[in-house]
C-alpha cells in the first residue's frame, strides 16, 4: 500500500516491521522481513531520506520509526505540493500560449492578421470554411449566442456538403441550452463528430491543420480574433485540442459518475479548480457555468463528504484520493 507514496516494497516491509517491533536490531528486523542486513541497511537510507525514521534516544546507534500520522502525512503533503507546482506550470503554459497569440496581434505580419467585429470574424471564418480540403476542428466554451450559430450554419453546411470531417468540442453545460443542442444535432445528422467535457479549451478554429482562429480577448471573443498560420501556435493549439478531446464524450452519451467517489466529471473539475484558489464566479467561467450553480455543487460535495467547510471539504477530498 505504500508504494503509492513513493516506498519501495522492501523499505514499505522495513517500516512496518519498525513500527510492529520498535526494539528489533538490525539483524532482527532483516530476519522478520527475510531479507539480507545489506538491503535492510539500504532500505534504511530510503526511509531516513523520506524522514520516516529518526534516531533512537533510547537506543543509541539504532533508528526508530516515525509515525504513520507525522511521516507519512508528511510526504503526502509533499506530493499535493508538487502536484500543485504541476498545476502551476500548466497553467503557466496554457498563459504563455495566450500571450504569445496576443503578441502576435499587435501587428499584422504574412503569419497573422488581426480581425476586429464580429462580421470580420464570420467573414473570415466562411473563408476558412470554403478553403478547407481535409478538416475543421473548432473549441466552443462557454454560452453560445444564437445569432452566432445561425451565422455559421451556411459555413458549416457548405464545408460538410465538400466531405469535410468536422469535429467540436462544447462544454458540458452546453447540453442545457436548447439552441446549441439543436445546432449539434444538425452537425451529427450532417456527419459532424461533437463532444463535450466540464472544461475544454479557449475557443478556437483550426482548418486543416494549417491556419487558425482565435480571439484576441478569451473573456470576450466579441473584441475581436487573430488569424493565425504559424507552425508554432498551431501546433500548440492543436495539443490542447486533442488533449481535451480525447477525454470528452459524444454527445448524447451519459457521462457517468466515478463508481469510487460517486463524483461527476463536472464536480471532479469543479473540486481541483477550487482548490487552486481561483473563486466561485471564475470556476464558474471555466465551466459554462453560473455562481449560483457552483455553489450547489458544492453544497452537495459537502454533505458527501460530511464537511461543515469548503476548507474542512478540500482537506478531506484530497485524504481520499479525490483531487
Given at each position: 500500500?505504500?508504494?503509492v507514496?513513493?516506498?519501495?516494497?522492501?523499505?514499505?516491509?522495513?517500516?512496518?516491521?519498525?513500527?510492529?517491533?520498535?526494539?528489533?536490531?538490525?539483524?532482527?528486523?532483516?530476519?522478520?522481513?527475510?531479507?539480507?542486513?545489506?538491503?535492510?541497511?539500504?532500505?534504511?537510507?530510503?526511509?531516513s531520506?523520506?524522514?520516516l525514521?529518526?534516531?533512537?534516544?533510547?537506543?543509541?546507534?539504532?533508528?526508530?520509526?516515525?509515525?504513520?500520522?507525522?511521516?507519512?502525512?508528511?510526504?503526502?503533503?509533499?506530493?499535493?505540493?508538487?502536484?500543485?507546482?504541476?498545476?502551476?506550470?500548466?497553467?503557466?503554459?496554457?498563459?504563455?500560449?495566450?500571450?504569445?497569440?496576443?503578441?502576435?496581434?499587435?501587428?499584422?505580419?504574412?503569419?497573422g492578421?488581426?480581425?476586429?467585429?464580429?462580421?470580420?470574424?464570420?467573414?473570415?471564418?466562411?473563408?476558412?470554411?470554403?478553403?478547407?480540403?481535409?478538416?475543421?476542428?473548432s473549441?466552443?466554451?462557454?454560452?453560445?449566442?444564437?445569432?452566432?450559430?445561425?451565422?455559421?450554419?451556411?459555413?458549416?453546411?457548405?464545408?460538410?456538403?465538400?466531405?469535410?470531417?468536422?469535429?467540436?468540442?462544447?462544454?458540458?453545460?452546453?447540453?442545457?441550452?436548447?439552441?446549441?443542442t439543436?445546432?449539434?444535432h444538425?452537425?451529427?445528422?450532417?456527419?459532424?463528430?461533437?463532444?463535450?467535457?466540464?472544461?475544454?479549451?479557449?475557443?478556437?478554429?483550426?482548418?486543416?491543420?494549417?491556419?487558425?482562429?482565435?480571439?484576441?480577448d478569451?473573456?470576450?471573443?466579441?473584441?475581436?480574433?487573430l488569424?493565425?498560420?504559424?507552425?508554432?501556435?498551431?501546433?500548440?493549439?492543436?495539443?490542447?485540442?486533442?488533449?481535451?478531446?480525447?477525454?470528452?464524450?459524444?454527445?448524447?452519451?451519459?457521462?457517468?459518475?466515478?463508481?469510487?467517489?460517486?463524483?461527476?466529471?463536472?464536480?471532479?473539475?469543479?473540486?481541483?479548480?477550487?482548490?487552486?484558489?481561483?473563486?466561485?464566479?471564475?470556476?464558474?467561467?471555466?465551466?459554462?457555468?453560473?455562481?449560483?450553480?457552483?455553489?450547489?455543487?458544492?453544497?452537495?460535495?459537502?454533505?458527501?463528504?460530511?464537511?461543515?467547510?469548503?476548507?474542512?471539504?478540500?482537506?478531506?477530498?484530497?485524504?481520499?484520493?479525490?483531487?
Amino acid at each position: 500500500m505504500l508504494e503509492v507514496l513513493g516506498l519501495t516494497a522492501g523499505a514499505a516491509a522495513v517500516y512496518q516491521a519498525m513500527l510492529d517491533h520498535p526494539g528489533y536490531s538490525l539483524e532482527e528486523i532483516a530476519t522478520h522481513c527475510a531479507l539480507p542486513p545489506v538491503q535492510v541497511h539500504d532500505h534504511l537510507d530510503e526511509l531516513s531520506r523520506l524522514t520516516l525514521i529518526r534516531a533512537s534516544a533510547e537506543r543509541p546507534g539504532q533508528m526508530r520509526a516515525v509515525s504513520p500520522e507525522i511521516g507519512l502525512a508528511d510526504i503526502l503533503a509533499g506530493q499535493e505540493a508538487e502536484l500543485a507546482a504541476r498545476q502551476a506550470q500548466l497553467a503557466a503554459s496554457r498563459a504563455a500560449v495566450t500571450r504569445m497569440v496576443a503578441e502576435r496581434a499587435e501587428h499584422r505580419t504574412a503569419h497573422g492578421e488581426r480581425l476586429l467585429g464580429m462580421d470580420a470574424i464570420h467573414s473570415r471564418l466562411e473563408q476558412m470554411g470554403r478553403s478547407a480540403t481535409t478538416e475543421v476542428l473548432s473549441s466552443q466554451p462557454g454560452n453560445q449566442r444564437p445569432e452566432d450559430l445561425t451565422a455559421s450554419r451556411p459555413a458549416d453546411a457548405e464545408a460538410l456538403g465538400r466531405g469535410i470531417t468536422m469535429r467540436t468540442l462544447y462544454q458540458d453545460s452546453a447540453r442545457n441550452q436548447p439552441h446549441v443542442t439543436t445546432y449539434a444535432h444538425w452537425l451529427l445528422s450532417q456527419g459532424s463528430e461533437i463532444r463535450t467535457a466540464p472544461a475544454i479549451p479557449q475557443r478556437m478554429v483550426i482548418v486543416d491543420r494549417t491556419q487558425g482562429l482565435v480571439p484576441i480577448d478569451p473573456a470576450d471573443n466579441r473584441k475581436g480574433a487573430l488569424h493565425v498560420t504559424e507552425p508554432g501556435i498551431l501546433a500548440a493549439l492543436l495539443d490542447f485540442f486533442e488533449q481535451a478531446w480525447n477525454t470528452a464524450v459524444l454527445l448524447g452519451a451519459t457521462r457517468p459518475e466515478d463508481p469510487r467517489t460517486n463524483l461527476t466529471a463536472t464536480e471532479r473539475e469543479l473540486l481541483r479548480l477550487l482548490s487552486s484558489g481561483i473563486t466561485d464566479d471564475v470556476a464558474g467561467q471555466r465551466l459554462g457555468i453560473s455562481s449560483r450553480t457552483v455553489g450547489r455543487h458544492m453544497a452537495s460535495i459537502m454533505e458527501r463528504l460530511g464537511a461543515a467547510s469548503r476548507f474542512e471539504a478540500g482537506i478531506k477530498a484530497a485524504h481520499r484520493g479525490w483531487l
